[in-house]
């Protein structure tokens, strides 16, 4: 039962085992809730524990025995270290200066389907308007690495950005067939405050769905894996893989069954550089060809690849970043 | 170094109706988290529901001089049953996956190493889904010290009747007191509050938040609580919500600043330049040990 760890730890954050705020709570009946989880470090991290805490606390009120308890010393924090304490002063006095953030986002096209990019600098009613405004460049690449479309915006504070980045991808009447590219996302922000919300998302969008998911940072790796299951052999799965440097890649795709280790796939090719290629996962094709795969992508040049799963006739495609 | 016994439990959704969830936990990454090359790992996984846990799983992981001797039990199957049906009410199933050292061994990396947890079926799209982490979230440490409030969100919501494009948050209270879930609509005044009982996960459609009537909508979601919950957002067939598209996690209103002191910023430079020189150094040695 998974109950195990819920009868010995309560703040995983801070390593506070359930049985030392329970004898807090009895050796100090006079202290309330919130300066208790204080005093003993419960919930003063991440705070998922503090309902669990709550839960205890009422539990150890009704639970609590009579006759004398020897008091707890509770818990002392760790305090920081001298070199820690050193940069900490320094960083203090030392001028402030914006932070440059770089992203990646692959770009899918075709008659039917179309790749939006999303920035939003949204304000939440419960912490108000705390982003700050941001400066935004994007540079979008064909697969070959051709740089089409330069463009710059600015992003204050309760706007966002939603721009169709698959156009212009394909010049000619589109076809059903999948073409690739992508799209670098430079931001950096205006004033000296948090990022909030405005981590780039990009949609891949058909007639019948769309999915979206979160940009990364575009310094690409060199090895990339990924574990996935070919339970539905209508289904198309595939990697989109975006060069980040300026020299060509090349790329090799091995995919092994973890039911029938004999079975193993190699494939190879080429990706410009600042280019995008599109892979087709090469499933085995002969004996049992259902189950687990292990997904293995290597690369020479640092390269962001993502993963994608569509449907046969291509219109319900999901990516997610490996 | 600080040393632990357990690895920050993970959540993530119960397969819908219709889907198979596997969940294979890297044997080498594990290791690479162990004091010393050889531990027992107890390894508990458990479906719940409202409360219940209906399907428990608890295996002993061995591992000797670096190798996993059972890896069978860091691979995990579970099918998607009746009430696990996603049109059949709010309240859905969600799994908790917890691993702790048995004996002597620790741990010197409290997080789980990062793996999708693969969704699949037949006659369904397989996606993928990264796992949450039920303690421990840093981004989430980082805003609550930044901003005293918890608020997850997606930049990129969308409801369409006409194109059959539906999305759900899926919010998962795995801790033992009720709690209450507010969502918040790009340009809508709305702000509907769900219960969430104890161990429980509710999926919101946002058809039902927004009125069948008010779509198509496109835009910010956000979903605040006073105590930190669990949330996943669903993308799916508007008319058949287990046809799923795919499944994210949220993304919280960072807390990280936009500027940082000059001092900082040349440190992370040295460091990086030091990393380069150190791998070329590795690099070079290797090569000319393997030439000897």
């Known amino acids: 039962m998974i109950t195990k760890f819920q009868d010995e730890l309560l703040c995983f954050c801070n390593q506070v085992d359930q049985e030392t705020f329970r004898h807090a709570v009895w050796t100090n009946p006079a202290v309330n809730f919130f300066d208790l989880c204080a005093r003993f470090s419960v919930g003063t991290k991440c705070t998922a524990c503090l309902l669990n805490a709550e839960a205890f606390y009422l539990d150890a009120y009704r639970s609590k025995p009579l006759g004398p308890i020897i008091a707890s010393t509770g818990q002392t924090r760790k305090g920081l270290s001298l070199r820690r304490r050193f940069w900490n002063l320094l960083d203090l006095w030392a001028p402030r200066i914006p932070i440059g953030l770089g992203d990646r986002a692959p770009v899918l096209a075709a008659r039917h389907v179309r790749t939006k990019l999303t920035i939003a600098n949204s304000v939440a009613a419960a912490i108000g308007p705390q982003s700050s405004r941001f400066l935004v460049i994007l540079r979008r690449y064909l697969a070959d690495g051709t740089l089409y479309k330069k463009e710059t915006f600015r992003l204050g504070a309760g706007e966002r950005l939603d721009v169709t980045v698959s156009d212009g991808l394909i010049e000619e009447v589109p076809s059903d067939l999948l073409v690739v590219g992508s799209c670098e996302i430079r931001r950096k922000g205006l004033d000296d405050l948090y990022r909030g919300t405005t981590r780039p998302h990009f949609t891949v969008e058909t007639d019948v769905a769309a999915s979206t998911v979160h940009t990364q940072g575009s310094e690409g790796k060199f090895i990339a894996g990924m574990l996935t299951a070919n339970d539905n052999e209508a289904e198309r799965q595939f990697a989109v893989m975006m060069n980040c440097t300026d020299k060509p890649a090349d790329i090799t795709v091995q995919v092994m069954s973890l039911d029938q280790l004999d079975q193993r796939v190699v494939e190879r090719t080429t990706v410009a550089g600042r280019g995008t290629a599109l892979v087709y996962i090469p499933f085995p094709s002969r004996g049992k060809t259902t189950g687990l795969y292990a997904v293995e992508f290597i690369t020479t040049r640092r390269v962001k690849t993502y993963y994608g799963v569509s449907t046969e006739d291509g219109h319900r495609i999901s990516m997610d970043h490996l | ?292």
């Not at chain 2, 109706?17 to 458990?46: D, F, H, K, P």
């Not at chain 2, 947890?117 to 990264?130: E, L």
């Not at chain 2, 795919?246 to 919280?252: A, I, Q, S």
Request: charged share 25%; glycine share 6%; with cysteine.
């Open chain 2, 1 to 292: 170094m600080e040393t632990f016994k357990y690895l920050f439990p993970l959540v993530s959704i119960a397969p819908p109706l219709g889907y198979r969830l596997n969940q294979v936990i890297n044997a080498n990454a594990l290791v690479a988290r162990t004091r010393g090359a050889s531990a027992r790992m107890e390894v508990n996984r458990a479906v719940i529901l409202s409360g219940e846990e209906i399907i428990t799983d608890n295996q002993i992981a061995v591992f000797e001089n670096g190798r996993c001797l059972t890896p069978e039990v860091l691979a995990y199957r579970v099918d998607g049953a009746d009430e696990f049906d996603w049109s059949r009410g709010d309240f859905v199933p969600y799994v908790e996956t917890h691993i702790s050292m048995l004996d002597d061994g620790e741990f010197t990396d409290p997080f789980f190493p990062a793996f999708y947890t693969i969704y699949s079926g037949v006659g369904r799209k397989t996606f993928f889904s990264d796992n949450v982490l039920k303690f421990g979230d840093t981004v989430a440490i980082l805003q609550i010290r930044s901003f005293q409030s918890w608020v997850a969100g997606y930049p990129a919501s969308a409801v369409d009747a006409t194109h059959d494009i539906g999305e759900s948050a899926i919010v998962i209270n795995p801790f033992l007191r009720p709690a209450l879930a507010t969502l918040e609509f790009e340009r809508r005044e709305a702000r509907p509050r769900f219960r969430v009982p104890p161990r429980s996960a509710r999926r919101i459609d946002f058809v039902r938040c927004l009125g069948v009537d008010r779509v198509p909508w496109a835009g910010q979601v956000f979903v605040t609580s006073p105590t930190r919950l669990l949330v996943f957002f669903a993308k799916h067939s508007l008319k058949d919500p287990n046809n799923i598209t795919t499944v994210e996690h949220p993304d919280l209103y960072r807390g990280e600043p936009t500027f940082e002191p000059a001092t900082q910023r040349m440190r992370k430079i040295l460091g990086r330049k030091l990393k380069i020189l150190r791998g070329r150094l590795r690099f070079r040695h290797r090569q000319r040990a393997s030439t000897l």
